[in-house]
């Protein structure tokens, strides 16, 4: 009989969890780099931060080197959105002329994989709908975005450009209005909400009353929407997760610029919600592309392998082997290194000295060796395979590690 009691309450709990929909929101707030964060008052930041977690991270990429990326709004937000650097993403600017569609975006994974399931937009930007998340583009295969409110800044009559940019304010509270009301009302699977105003404040006053008080506003309206998300919880069979950071930080002398490598202007923050946060999160400086595959993993995602080789990104949460991967090609022979978190298990070590993924094709890898993860490092003899280039995926029991090798020609 008591077997049977345990089999039945298994099979409850099971059921129950079954139930429970997963919905994930992230916020981007322009424009604010983490010692400001850290020093003002944000109550509402704070709640949530205390039921997950607070990081500093970082934007940018890794300096000199072949992903070194700028710090500048629309590269990091596509640096979110794929998981990859600008390498890959190919979105350098804000005039988004040509982002690489093949490396996919949160929004289309989540999308190819649960077709019936709802996304949202809810921006300041209209580009950022229609060009990084590519909604109804062929490229992203006419991807389609369930619910969207953005486009105001071209409605001049509605509001009228200031000189002081007032009007992205009142922009700001509109979306954080729709935002809090789709979350109570619709409920969408996998929502984004992009919020500006901070970033107009510091470019206009840099380090300023001007520039805190904006950030006051904006933990006022995030409070709305994690207001929202808490209603759904409360009264609804839903788990729901919330990333909020920032697109990049701004220069030490003025506080007004941003776009270089200087270690303020790549200096950023994530607050979340998530639970089982793990050491890439709390004892590592995570990263803004770290993001997209915690928020993949959260809603049960399962990126195919061609393209999870390509992430950057590493987990937040759950189980991860290893981070900080490195590589170097001397005489023949690429020095491979990471850091290992669980020592469990072995690292395959992949192959390919093409980069046709760029352009839509296949690479051909080939397993080099397969090492202990504890090793934390591993030779690997080309010698008879010459190249220009190298592509070196880690593969190891909780998540992928890559590298690229680039030799000046």
Known sequence: MKKISFLICLLTTLNLSAQIKKKAVFIIVDGIPADVIEKLKKPNLDSIAQVGGYARTYVGGERKSYS??????????????????????????????????????????????????KTAVYSTWLDNRTKLVGDNLPQTGHLKTDYHFDGLELDTARFPHDKQSKYINLIDEEVTAAAAKG?????????????????????????????????????????????????????????????????????????KGHGGQSDRERATWIITNAKNLNANFTKNQPTIVDIMPSIGAFLGIKFPREQHFEIDGIPLTGPISAISP?????????????????????????????????????????????????AEKATVDVSKLPSQFYKVVLEMPHNMLNRWIILEK
């Open 68 to 117: 070194q990326t700028p710090t500048i709004s629309a590269v990091g937000y596509n640096s979110l959105l794929t998981g990859t650097w600008v390498n890959k993403h190919n979105v350098w600017d804000n005039d988004i002329k040509a982002p690489n569609y093949n490396y996919w975006t949160i929004f289309r994974f989540f999308k190819q994989q649960f077709p019936a399931k």
């Open 183 to 255: 979350i109570r009302t619709d409920a969408p699977d996998l929502t984004w909400v992009y919020l500006e105003f901070t970033d107009d404040m510091g470019h206009k006053h840099g380090d300023s009353p001007e520039f805190y008080n904006a950030i006051e506003t904006m933990n006022k309206q995030v409070g709305k929407i994690w207001q929202a998300i808490k209603y759904r919880q409360a009264n609804f069979k839903e788990d729901w997760v919330i990333y909020i950071t920032t697109d990049h930080g701004r220069d030490a002398k003025t506080g």
């Open 326 to 374: 490195n590589a170097t090609l001397k005489d023949g022979t690429i020095e491979l290194s990471w850091k290992a978190l669980d020592p469990k298990g072995s690292a395959k070590i992949w192959l390919a000295t093409t980069n046709n993924f760029e352009t839509g094709g296949k690479d051909t890898y080939q397993l080099m060796k397969q090492v202990a993860v504890s």
